[in-house]
């Protein structure tokens, strides 16, 4: 039978799936749609399966908020190309809201995403769309009732959630892009242990004493 332009312009924008992967499942399934898809999520899953032991290194960090908390979700691809592609990022988006009501990776994943799907049946469609390992590796939410929340991301590599006790959520944004720039250990000088505290004075004497300060002042 003959398929249609049309026929393979809705495949595609129902599945996500490439034009020449929609023609040919439409052709295999006799014009029908809904075979059709059925086909190709069958297909991206076999994809996404092939290309799970490949590494994925490269990747964004999204943040997400509404009045019960905010989040960051990482999410992993192979490539920076990839990382910066449009349905990569559309994602990443769509994943980090939906981590606001779960509390596990692994219930984001079987978490509904859209029309029905669920996060993990839309990743293994992106596996098969942008033919690279994608994951979600993990994720950090922060409770509203904790107190203002601010969050940042640099460059879609950085994250940082600051919730503060008394404060606005400025100031606690303004600490945010503070922790991304310096990298900070601890949160305050109590929250340092000793023996920490002891080899950094040690550094700070072998220094004063290497610029020639009397001993008495060091």
């Known amino acids: 039978m003959t398929i249609t332009a049309s026929q393979v312009k809705e495949l595609r924008e129902r599945s996500g799936a490439g034009m020449m992967e929609c023609k040919k499942a439409l052709v295999e399934t006799g014009g029908d749609i809904e075979?059709?898809?059925?086909?190709?999520?069958?297909?991206?899953?076999?994809?996404?399966?092939?290309?799970?032991?490949r590494v994925a290194a490269e990747g964004v960090i999204v943040d997400a908020s509404d009045a019960e908390g905010a989040v960051l979700v990482e999410i992993n691809c192979e490539t920076d190309f990839v990382a910066k592609d449009e349905n990569f990022r559309s994602f990443a988006e769509v994943v980090a809201?939906?981590?606001?009501?779960?509390?596990?990776?692994?219930?984001?994943?079987?978490?509904?995403?859209e029309a029905g799907e669920t996060v993990e049946v839309r990743r293994q469609q992106l596996v098969a769309k942008l033919g690279e390992n994608i994951q979600l590796r993990r994720f950090e939410r922060v409770p509203a009732a904790a107190g203002p929340i601010g969050a940042y991301v640099h460059g879609g590599r950085i994250g940082v959630?600051?919730?503060?006790?008394?404060?606005?959520?400025?100031?606690?944004?303004?600490?945010?892009?503070?922790?991304?720039?310096?990298?900070?250990?601890?949160?305050?000088a109590d929250a340092v242990p000793?023996?920490?505290?002891?080899?950094?004075?040690?550094?700070?004497?072998?220094?004063?004493?290497?610029?020639?300060?009397?001993?008495?002042?060091?």
Do not use: C, W, Y
């Open 161 to 188: 959630l600051v919730s503060l006790q008394g404060g606005s959520a400025e100031l606690a944004r303004d600490i945010a892009m503070h922790v991304a720039a310096l990298n900070p250990q601890f949160v305050d």
């Open 97 to 113: 809201r939906t981590a606001l009501h779960v509390d596990s990776i692994n219930a984001l994943r079987e978490a509904e995403f």
């Open 35 to 53: 075979a059709a898809i059925e086909q190709l999520r069958k297909s991206g899953l076999a994809k996404a399966d092939k290309k799970a032991g």
């Open 194 to 218: 000793g023996d920490v505290l002891e080899k950094e004075k040690e550094i700070l004497r072998a220094q004063a004493q290497d610029s020639g300060k009397p001993a008495e002042i060091i």
